[in-house]
């Protein structure tokens, strides 16, 4: 049973959320604040995040953050934020989607359901492939990824792109189809999401993020993964 934790200051939305999610089988765990949310992640196996972004102590911006710091999980903002840049930060800090209140709590589980079943379909043809003489190391048995021997610490979305990209090294692959593969066929958001999941992988496993040796710009199309490759 996959446990959901969901934070906001609204009751109404706690229990409505709450409800929906445990009558579709998953176990919930409420918290109203950000210190209380970041107590929970630390003290229980979470496997899901559902994070209001206006909350009474810390912003859930900087709980975004710190969640992303310690632990891999998904992340799905709630916001009424409506300004497209304004989402694009909360993707930028690790989100793995948003939803806009008010909301309906269908989609949301809907939504839900779709980022962990991206999660768990990891599918690397080998257990475990090093790039560049071992300067770049992706674990699919562990889902861990490793760059000059230091674990690199990706979000779900960065993770899978990586992926993606890796294992069909020199291919091209056009923005659509990285929606498509990393964010679901379903996915009704802007292109641009995929854009910053890129942005924010280069910045962590680059060593110069403005001229990348792993992940390349074929403009006009999409993006490709160079590097030459071995596996254990």
Not at 148 to 153: F, M, T
Not at 204 to 218: A, G, L, M
Request: hydrophobic letters at 35%.
């Amino acid at each position: 049973m996959k446990t959901i934790l969901i934070v906001d200051d609204e009751v109404k939305i706690l229990e409505v959320v709450s409800s929906y999610l445990r009558d579709e089988g998953y176990q919930t765990i409420e918290a109203s604040t950000g210190q209380e949310a970041l107590n929970q992640i630390r003290r229980c196996h979470i496997d899901f995040v559902i994070l209001d972004l206006m909350l009474p102590d810390i912003s859930g911006e900087e709980v975004c953050h710190t969640i992303r710091q310690e632990v891999s999980v998904p992340i799905l903002m709630l916001t009424a934020k409506v300004k497209e840049e304004e989402r694009i930060n909360g993707l930028s800090l690790g989100a793995d989607d948003y939803m806009i209140k008010p909301f309906s709590p269908r989609e949301l589980v809907m939504r839900v359901k779709t980022i962990l079943r991206r999660s768990n379909e990891i599918d690397l043809l080998a257990d475990r492939i090093s790039y560049n003489d071992g300067e770049l190391t992706i674990d699919a048995i562990s889902q861990e990824v490793f760059l000059k021997g230091n674990e690199v610490n990706l979000t779900p979305n960065e993770y899978k792109a990586l992926l993606v990209l890796a294992r069909h090294p020199k291919r091209t692959f056009s923005r659509n189809e990285l929606v498509e593969k990393v964010l679901g066929f379903d996915y009704e958001g802007e292109t641009r999401a995929i854009d910053q999941h890129i942005k924010n992988l280069r910045h962590k496993i680059e060593n110069n993020p403005k001229k990348p040796q792993y992940i390349q710009t074929v403009f006009g199309i999409g993006y490709k993964f160079k590097g030459s490759s071995y596996e254990d």
